[in-house]
């Protein structure tokens, strides 16, 4: 009953002490979604440490009425779930700027944002990685075209691992 009981805390202590191994020092490519109508962003992971890493993300958008940029940064956790699945959570902010005109309407801005991230991973043996994100975002000093303070954010990710 002793050893039962060692080996099921042993068991459980290795579980909640697994980390992911971010095994590239970088990661390069899109976040593609809804990202509050920014559309695609580029996205840039450097590795901090073992299981940490920052993601860096530049969106924009280039429409008829509106044309803006966003630019976020989060510092992220990474655990391994199995193999190459990994599943991370993070927390960061960042900035934008807008600006409207349709038929002589003309306004514009710059707004902060605070974020939150959670999402799933996989790297595949090539250097390769795809990922699945909810990013909400609570948005400060945005009287823009946007009519509320939150933006959830769901997006696919593909980059490139060096």
């Known amino acids: 009953m002793k050893k039962l009981f060692l080996s099921t805390v042993m068991l459980i202590g290795l579980a909640f002490s697994t980390n992911a191994q971010v095994e590239s020092k970088n990661a390069l490519g899109l ?89 799933i991973e996989y790297n595949f043996d090539i250097p390769l990685q795809l990922s699945l994100d909810f990013r909400p975002e609570l948005y400060f000093n945005s009287e823009d075209y946007r009519n509320d303070n939150f933006g959830p954010d769901i997006a696919l990710g593909i980059r490139y691992r060096f």
């Open 31 to 119: 976040r593609l979604g809804d990202n509050d109508g920014f559309g695609g962003e580029i996205s840039y992971q450097p590795r901090l440490t073992s299981d940490t890493r920052l993601e860096l993300d530049l969106g924009w958008r280039n429409s008829n009425d509106v044309d803006a940029f966003k630019l976020a940064a989060l510092h992220q956790w990474v655990w391994n779930i199995d193999g190459g699945f990994n599943w991370y959570a993070g927390v960061g902010g960042g900035l934008g700027s807008w600006k409207y005109d349709n038929n002589g309407a003309n306004d514009n801005g710059s707004f902060l944002f605070a974020a939150g991230d959670i999402g």
